[in-house]
């Protein structure tokens, strides 16, 4: 899968994922505790961790790269070079 289309999908999930949560601030007070917990436990996480995955998810890949080639080099006897 390309780079564009990982990012084209993480950027509607977080957008899709952030609808619930505008109904959440901008709806009554009466009608909030009927979905507070979902979008809370739910909802919120699913965007905060979409939102971080496109801000910081190349430093992340780069981290498990690395973890990756130093563990085939350990199960294949390769000496590492520094």
Excluded: C
Aim: proline fraction near 5%; hydrophobic fraction near 40%.
């Amino acid at each position: 899968m390309k780079e564009a289309t990982k990012r084209s999908i993480f950027r509607w999930i977080h957008i899709i994922f952030g609808i619930p949560i505008l109904g959440y601030i901008y709806d009554s007070p009466s009608d909030t505790p009927n979905y507070a917990s979902t979008v809370r436990y739910f909802f919120l996480p699913v965007l905060l961790l979409s939102g971080l995955w496109m801000w910081k998810g190349q430093v992340l890949r780069r981290l498990i790269s690395n973890l990756r080639n130093k563990t085939t080099r350990i199960k294949t006897g390769q000496q590492s070079e520094v």
